[in-house]
């Protein structure tokens, strides 16, 4: 037991992000699809008792082996995993902000604050450590800089407007810049590996999310905005043409990066429709929603299996 708790990863809190996301994104069906199942408040109940479990073995890492969570934050990619915990809890914090406003604006104040810091941190050892080399850049990086952008949608009900701003800021700068590193590590060296390829997925979070975030910021839809959705809108139909490729792909805990992107374009969609009333778009919302129910209830039973297998909390594979 010991053993395992030892090589326990911090990247299952990618897994509280994906629960949140398709939480999100039933409620969001809800309101402007009519869903009559109240099927999000289930999925974010579930969201929130995974964020405890897993918080309690990795809490658990923390007082016993303290030197594995180091070897975490110190890892070129692992160290990036780390924003997953706050972000989980800055989506918690989204996801309780109807029925539990109180309780938001504590997550939200709680993961905004660590996401800061953790960005702070992850951005220090990039600049300053002289180990990364460009095969080491992948769309993880993406997490706990860009992770930034996520703040203003809960955030505009707990904080004023520039603090909001700034978040979303941060995440905005630090997207245009890591897209275009991530893109021309794929294109110019050698592919990303199987175990990183399905966080292919996480280049549709940062335009979905910022959608999301700048229509909370300025209540409307401008020609940013749609710059932004339409920027993920491809992005995910592009990846989604890759399927093929995906569906060969071992299972990997990565697999949950399908979710929490997919997640965000669903709801930037359903979103994009309810202002436009477009026929297009009312269409693509049921499809998207369709996929991510598909995608995440897979991932919940594959791993569900591979712990069952003792396929996590192992020693990571060179």
């Known amino acids: 037991m010991n053993g395992r708790l030892q090589h326990f990863p911090i990247a299952l809190f990618s897994a ?46 923390l007082v016993t ?53 953790l960005t702070l941190y992850v951005l220090t050892a990039w600049v300053y450590q002289p180990r990364f080399e460009i095969q080491h850049i ?40 890591l897209f275009v590193i991530v893109m021309y590590r794929m294109i110019f060296h050698h592919p990303l590996p199987d175990r990183l390829l399905p966080t292919l997925f996480i280049l549709i979070a940062p335009p979905a999310a910022g959608f999301l975030s700048y229509v909370a910021l300025t209540g409307s839809i401008d020609a940013f905005a749609r710059v932004l959705y339409y920027g ?17 792909l071992p299972f990997f805990l990565s697999w949950w990066a399908y979710s929490f992107p997919l997640a965000a374009v669903t709801v930037a969609t359903m979103s994009m429709y309810h202002v436009t009333g477009d026929t297009i778009l009312y269409l693509l919302s049921y499809a998207l929603l369709f996929v991510l129910l598909i995608v995440v209830t897979w991932l919940v039973v594959r791993t569900a299996f591979a712990i069952r297998q003792d396929e996590i909390c192992v020693e990571e594979r060179a």
């Open 16 to 61: 509280v992000m994906g629960l949140s996301g398709l939480a999100l994104a039933l409620d969001q069906a809800q309101r402007v699809l009519g869903l009559t199942v109240p099927a999000g408040r289930l999925v974010a109940a579930l969201a929130a008792i995974a964020f405890v479990v897993i918080a309690a073995f990795y809490g658990a890492k």
């Open 65 to 117: 082996f303290r030197a594995a969570v180091m070897a975490d934050l110190n890892h070129p990619v692992r160290m990036s995993f780390a924003a997953t915990f706050s972000v989980s809890l800055i989506l918690l914090g989204t996801l309780s902000l109807g029925p539990l406003p109180r309780v938001s604006a504590a997550l939200w104040s709680a993961g905004t604050l660590i996401h800061l810091v």
């Open 138 to 177: 992948s769309p993880v990086w993406f997490i706990p800089a860009v992770g930034n952008i996520l703040v203003p949608i809960a955030g505009v009900h707990h904080a004023g407007n520039e603090l909001n701003w700034f978040f979303f800021s941060i995440g905005f700068l630090f997207w245009v810049v």
């Open 232 to 248: 993920a809108l491809f992005l995910t139909i592009w990846l989604l043409t890759q399927a093929r490729r995906f569906i060969k």
